[in-house]
C-alpha cells in the first residue's frame, strides 16, 4: 500500500505507526513549552480516517493500545478512550482543506497576541510560511462548531491562525510540517510582543508585497529533486 500525505498507510501497521508519531508529536508540545497539561490537541489523517488525541489524558501516559480514531462524519472507529473536545474544529479543517496533519496548542506569546490585534502584524518574513498575514479567528467556547466556523473564515488562504483568548491552530501535508508551523506562529508572536514592549519606539512591519515576494522564493526552498 502506498505511503499516505499524512506519513503512513491504512492498514493496522499504518495506522499504529500514525498513532505514535502522533503521540510523539503530542509529547513535543509539551517539552517545547506550547501547551501546559493536557490543553490542546493533534490530529492526523490517513484518508477517510482520522486519528485524534484523547480528552483529558496526559500525553505521557498514552501508549499504543490508546489509539483513538474517527470518520470524517465524527463517529469513532477505534479506542475507547474518547476524543478531544476540539474533535469539531479538526473535522472542519479536514473537511475545508488539504491538510493532513493538524496541531491545536495555547502556546504564550501566540495566545497573548491573540487578545490584542485582529491579525498579527507583519513583524517578519516568515509570515509567508503560513501563506500570509495570520488572522485572529473571533472567540467562541472551545469544542463548538461556530469555533469551528471561525476558524474556516480564518484559515482561508492561510495554513495556520490565531484563535482569539485561546491560541492556535496550523495544518500541513505531514505533522511535522504542522508543527513547525506551529513553532514559527509562536516565534513570529513572541518575536511582535518583544519589539512592541519598547516604549520609545514603534515596530517597523513589512508589507503586504513583501511577504508575497517571500512566498514564491519559498516554493523553491531547500532541497529540491
Not at 462524519?73 to 493532513?100: F, I, K
Amino acid at each position: 500500500m502506498a505511503e499516505e500525505p499524512g506519513g503512513a498507510g491504512q492498514g493496522a501497521d499504518g495506522l499504529a505507526q500514525a498513532w505514535n508519531a502522533l503521540v510523539a508529536t503530542a509529547r513535543r508540545t509539551v517539552a517545547d513549552g506550547l501547551v501546559v497539561g493536557t490543553s490542546g490537541n493533534v490530529s492526523v489523517r490517513i484518508r477517510d480516517t482520522v486519528l485524534v488525541t484523547p480528552s483529558g489524558v496526559p500525553y505521557d501516559e498514552l501508549t499504543p493500545d490508546d489509539l483513538v480514531a474517527v470518520g470524517l462524519d465524527g463517529e469513532q472507529s477505534a479506542g475507547t478512550l474518547t476524543p478531544t473536545s476540539e474533535l469539531p474544529m479538526h473535522l472542519a479543517v479536514y473537511r475545508a482543506t488539504p491538510a493532513r496533519a493538524v496541531v491545536h496548542t495555547h502556546a504564550v506569546h501566540a495566545t497573548a497576541v491573540s487578545t490584542l490585534v485582529p491579525e498579527l502584524p507583519l513583524i517578519h518574513y516568515m509570515a509567508a510560511a503560513l501563506g500570509g498575514p495570520v488572522r485572529v479567528a473571533p472567540y467562541a467556547t472551545y469544542g463548538t462548531e461556530r469555533l469551528a466556523e471561525n476558524v474556516l473564515d480564518a484559515l482561508k488562504g492561510r495554513t495556520g491562525c490565531l484563535l482569539q483568548n485561546h491560541g492556535t491552530l496550523t495544518y500541513g501535508d505531514t505533522l511535522a510540517a504542522a508543527y513547525d508551523r506551529t513553532a514559527q506562529l509562536e516565534w513570529l508572536c513572541r518575536v511582535w510582543l518583544t519589539a512592541s514592549a519598547h516604549p520609545h519606539h514603534t515596530p517597523k512591519l513589512l508589507t503586504r508585497d513583501q511577504v508575497r515576494e517571500v512566498e514564491e522564493k519559498l516554493r523553491g526552498y531547500g532541497q529540491q529533486g
